[in-house]
């Protein structure tokens, strides 16, 4: 039996899986580490954690497998997007990253727009300048930082800078470039335009390539600290919501994907470049050649339940604090929920938005807080379903994963709120399984990603719509959709008081 393996470096640990050709996963290796967070706004970590922490990892996993070491052919990546690690002329790092989800760069996002235009960015980029995104942070260090700038070589992302250090090659691959705000995403390059509008040299961005590309083998320092055979071949892989596309079989037209973790993300495929949604969405390359996907994404999703279960009920299981929720009808007798606790992105992309508990009677009790939490975390999902629909997109049929999928109750509703089939995965490995099929696809174990998927991805279970609830769930969406423009200027005001 032959093995690949993905690395999937998230935000707050590398999470690895060995899987076999048949699609299991046969061993799975987890290591944490820190965030960094100087003051409120700023997220960093060291890139030396990140190759810390996964040769750690790769090592456990070689000792604990029991085959020859050679049947390990690959490996590839999934990565936290848009985090800026910065290289001198040495390839030495500079300064910690800055991560996706570090909000300092305001000020920067604005200088795009007054340099760019929200227009011509959107056209050229297909997305709008957020905090979030790599070049304003570019621009945060070439403001505040200029010593540090003047010595930066070369920018990469995340995962991509863990890849060098495991092949010593510098690329870059189409899906994370699309989050950088500085590749046209429609010709696959880097623009030369927006380059030039604000001086960063084309030299400065690593060659682009395709996900599933060989860039060559580990090291031989590298296999001899992990124990993988130096003929491992290396894999550029893909952006952690790319790789969890993949992973989840969305790679046709009309596949669209629901995944709830802290952050929730609604992904639908794409096979046009030349769509426009105005930047109500995220538009980025997929990691399957020459396709793209859309994504509206919610900022606490599943940590807005995490939340009030913490804060209302921290020594209950969350099996036991959701027990009574399949008792309440759709609609949380009359209570609603935003899930703007720390702000919203889609379709409201607003730092300043705080959450709300809309409808509160004397009647409810804390099943019904939670029904209605839950409710609210999928009415905000639905805003970016509902932006995909106005603007042509058939979705019937919607793959969830993450903690949504965990509860039979959450995923009936997402079937109603949704109004579409919802389907549950055998195996929910999400990015991690992406990154592993870049690597049998490269390694040529399928012809295609599309073939790999049908081997690889099951379903375990379908939920379909039930029609009294959806008919109630669309009158209440409405409500739900006036609950933003009413407390904007509350939440505005209330900024001040926040500590």
């Not at 200088?111 to 011509?120: H, Q």
């Not at 899930?339 to 509160?360: K, L, M």
């Not at 805003?383 to 629909?389: D, L, N």
Request: proline share 3%; aromatic share 10%.
């Amino acid at each position: 039996m032959k093995y690949v393996i993905g690395v999937d470096l998230g935000t707050s640990a590398v999470k690895i899986l060995l899987v076999n050709q048949l699609g299991e996963v046969c061993q799975e290796v987890s290591k944490p580490y820190p965030l960094i967070i100087e003051k409120s706004g700023y997220s960093e970590q060291d890139p030396e954690e990140w190759v810390e922490k996964t040769t750690e990892g790769l090592a456990e996993l070689v000792q604990q497998f029991d085959g020859d070491i050679r049947d390990i052919e690959g490996i590839s990546f999934s990565g936290q997007m848009h985090g800026l690690v910065l290289l001198d002329e040495g390839n030495n790092v500079l300064r910690n990253a800055i991560l996706w989800n570090d909000t300092r760069t305001t000020n920067q996002c604005q200088e795009i727009y007054d340099a760019v235009g929200k227009k011509r960015l959107l056209d050229v980029t297909k997305n709008p300048a957020l905090e979030g995104f790599t070049l304003p942070k570019i621009l945060w260090v070439k403001e505040q930082e200029p010593d540090i700038f003047e010595r930066a070589h070369v920018f990469m992302l995340p995962k991509d800078y863990l890849r060098y250090r495991m092949t010593g090659n510098i690329h870059m691959e189409y899906s994370d470039a699309a989050g950088t705000l500085m590749l046209n995403v429609a010709k696959r390059e880097w623009s030369e335009e927006i380059l030039k509008v604000f001086g960063i040299s084309a030299d400065f961005c690593p060659p682009l390539i395709e996900s599933h590309a060989c860039v060559g083998t580990i090291t031989a320092e590298f296999a001899r600290t992990t124990g993988l055979s130096e003929a491992t071949k290396v894999f550029a892989g893909g952006a952690d919501n790319a790789c969890g596309a993949i992973g989840s079989g969305i790679l046709s037209e009309g596949k669209t994907l629901s995944s709830i973790g802290t952050s929730g993300v609604v992904l639908s495929y794409e096979e046009r470049s030349d769509l426009d949604f105005e930047g109500k969405v995220h538009y980025f390359n997929h990691g399957e050649e020459n396709a793209y996907y859309t994504m509206g994404v919610t900022l606490a999703a599943g940590f807005s339940l995490s939340w009030f279960k913490e804060t209302f009920a921290n020594q209950e299981a969350f099996d036991q604090f959701l027990e009574g929720v399949g008792s309440v009808p759709a609609g949380s007798n009359g209570l609603l929920f935003t899930p703007y606790i720390v702000g919203e992105r889609t379709p409201h992309a607003d730092s300043n938005i705080r959450g709300s508990f809309v409808g509160i009677d004397a009647s409810h009790e804390r099943k019904h807080f939670a029904r209605a939490v839950l409710e609210g975390i999928t009415f905000s999902l639905n805003e970016s379903i509902e932006i995909f629909r106005k603007n042509g997109k058939a979705i019937d049929t919607i793959v969830s994963i993450g903690g949504g999928a965990k509860n039979e109750t959450w995923l009936q509703m997402q079937a109603d709120i949704f109004d579409a089939k919802i389907e549950k995965l055998t195996s929910e490995q999400g990015p991690g399984m992406g990154a592993a099929m870049l690597a049998a696809y490269g390694c040529g174990w399928f012809p295609s990603l599309k073939e790999c998927a049908k081997e690889f991805i099951k379903t375990s279970k379908t939920y379909y719509p039930i029609k009294e609830n959806v008919e109630t769930y669309k009158k209440l969406f409405a409500i739900y959709q006036q609950v933003y423009a009413q407390t904007k200027l509350l939440n505005d005001q209330l900024s001040e008081f926040r500590k």
